[in-house]
């Protein structure tokens, strides 16, 4: 064992083995891969964290422990549930025994967590923790191939370097905790029953989609009236809309009746032009999130773990980006990949008609690449992928053909007839050079310029069909879903529809491209919000706790985005990161006192127990029960193989039976769909739907 001298840590086991088989550390051991002079480990994620408010003296839920500020924060190895509390994971325990033996037989370890402030996190949180003094050097690599690793080892930087990156994610890390810590249990405190988790990210996630929701519920309607007229030429018929919309009826009726019987329409303009468009840009992770839930339905959190499985079996680049540009020398390597695809069937003859001419290099732009450059296929060709891996590669292959392919060409048309002084206009396009659009053959998205016109002479007159008065009604902004939500987290909720004002404003988002998906499936573990088809709506749960915080410091969208941009400057060098703590320090004890002085009433409060009739029921993690410890009444939260929301507990009591519930399961596997309701003693009992024999049967 003297002879072996450098040691590599990898985030997880699949890295660990792909590196290890490029160095030629073949010889399995336990926790780690050994032989050519290099022992290499791993972890699983996030092996060590920041102590728990208990490790600071402040155990349970407490007015007067808040807010709790750590002198110094401690580092522990991660935590799991146990049955009171928390304790250390065993598996964490043992793996970073593992490691800590390693290093001490090592005279340098290689950092080969991932390329990214999450995973230099992970690094200096274990090698803090293990009080480590090994002179590390840092493996900065996009993509798990052969080629990727061989040449990211040759060019191997003093670990010092990335100490701006660690400064960011240790200042996040603390931020995190300290707000969250502090704002969760001064809100639960106040609510008086209950647990209730705020967050730096999740607070104003969860409200961006309660606004939207309560916007689009109490929206009212608005009347307005529009003409419209159809016309033909040449046996086509076409339709044209007017181009006034009027909101009072009289008027548009009176206008109406001046044009209804007219037997003519004369085409008062007809103008053609030109018009190009540029191909889309790379993905980035955010973007292939928003694609894929928007395509295929997809959350966000799985097109993550989708794009991570393709890139830890070599055929995506690091997916976890905020970039959709590449670098001038990555650029030299994008022939090559398209030359790939002329063995991918679904590409293959576009690849090959592509690989004849002069690549677009409008994603080319060395100034704003981040971390890592967009995502990208590798030189490694997949050959049987899961449906759902395989949908994700080949939006990845897809996009990069498109990028780098040439504009679409279109001519335009716009035609405005007039009768009397009233003007109606319809749009057309004839496609002149598909371009970029020929890699999918996608319909332009552009529905109102679809359509090809039939020719139009400008000062001619053309027959009337019918003309026709409209009534229409103003439409509210659409529930968000998982993608609206991604754009609205990179942007700070701003609706922007100009592709370079979002870049500008990416810098100042909320979350990070690979924190995004984790954020929203918080929300949904926490029961604030739920799926309705492709739509995130809140519980009721999540609409008390939004109308408790919506005007409060911790519910800032724009203040939560400001602090993203503070990171990156942490990163750059450009701020003191203690000078950003010491605001965040301050902040918390803001956040606390608002949520403190609290005048709280919850849901929960307002309804009496069944059983003994008191009022206010408490809302747990894993039951509802009564607040009067001498009532034992109790619903579970897990039932038949489902766990209850609080919006089914709260329909259970006040209407005394659920809504039809499917999915059940039985003890015996079957599954079944069944009401919930409470027997004279008031335990849930399911009730099946009427057919013959239909029968209750207790839980």
Known sequence: MNDIKIAILAEKPSVARSIAEIVGAKTKKNGYLEG???????????????????????????????PIIPHEFMLIPRQVRAEKGYKDDPSALKQLKTIEQVFKQCKKIIVATDSGREGELIHRYIYDYLASDVYCERLWISSLTEKAIKEGLIKLKPGTEYDNLYAAAEARSQADWLIGINASQALSVAAGNGVYSLGRVQTPTLAMICSRYLENKNFKPVPFWQMQLVTSTSGKNITAAGKDKFSDNVEATAIYNKVRYADKVLAVKVERKETKQEPPLLYDLTTLQKEANSKHGFSADKTLSLAQKLYESQYLTYPRTGSRYISDD?????????????????????????????????????????????????????????????????????????????????????????????????????????????VLNEKDEDAEVQTELPEIQEGESYPVSYIDLQEKQTKPKPLHTESSLL?????????????????????????????????????????????????????????????????????????????????????????????????????????????????????????????????????????????????????????????????????????????????????????????????????????????????????
């Open 36 to 66: 050519n002079n290099y022992m290499v480990t791993w972890a699983f994620g996030h092996l060590v964290q920041l102590a728990l408010p208990e490790h600071y003296g402040a155990k349970g839920f407490s007015k007067d422990h808040l």
């Open 330 to 438: 990555i650029f030299l390597e994008v022939g090559g990949l398209i030359d790939k695809l002329k063995g991918y069937a679904r590409f293959a003859s576009y690849a090959e008609k592509l690989s004849d001419m002069n690549l677009n290099i409008r994603p080319v732009d060395d100034k704003k690449v981040t971390d890592h450059h967009a995502l990208l296929i590798t030189e490694k060709l997949p050959d049987n992928l899961p449906a759902d891996e395989r949908i994700i590669y080949e939006m990845v292959a897809g996009r990069m053909l498109e990028a780098f392919s040439s504009t679409c060409t279109k001519d335009v048309t716009t035609v405005t007839f007039g009768t009397g002084d009233t003007l109606f206009e319809v749009k057309g396009s004839v496609m002149k050079r598909k371009g970029w659009r020929e």
């Open 487 to 699: 754009g609205a987290m990179e942007t700070c909720g701003k609706d922007l529809e100009n592709e370079e004002q979002r870049l500008v404003l990416k810098t100042c988002g909320i979350g990070t491209p690979a924190t995004r998906a984790a954020i929203i499936e918080t929300l949904f573990s926490r029961d604030y919000i739920r799926r309705e088809k492709k739509s995130l709506v809140p519980t009721d749960k999540g609409l008390s706790v939004y109308d408790i915080v919506k005007d409060k410091r911790i519910a800032d969208v724009e203040m939560t985005g400001y602090w993203e941009d503070a990171f990156l400057k942490i990163e750059r060098g450009e701020q003191e990161a203690s000078n950003f703590t010491k605001g965040i320090e301050v902040y918390a004890h803001q956040i606390t006192e608002e949520l403190l002085n609290l005048d709280l009433a919850f849901s929960a409060n307002s309804y009496s127990c069944p059983k003994c009739s008191k009022q206010g029921l408490r809302f747990l993690t894993s039951v509802c029960k009564c607040s009067d410890e001498a009532c034992d009444f109790v619903m579970f939260r897990n039932c038949g193989g489902k766990k209850l929301t609080d919006d089914i507990f709260i329909e259970l009591l006040s209407e005394g039976k659920t809504r039809l519930i499917k999915g059940f399961t039985s003890k015996a596997g079957k599954r079944f769909d069944a009401y919930l309701t409470l027997n004279s003693e008031c335990k849930v009992i399911y009730e099946f739907p009427e057919r013959k024999g239909s029968y209750k049967r207790g839980k």
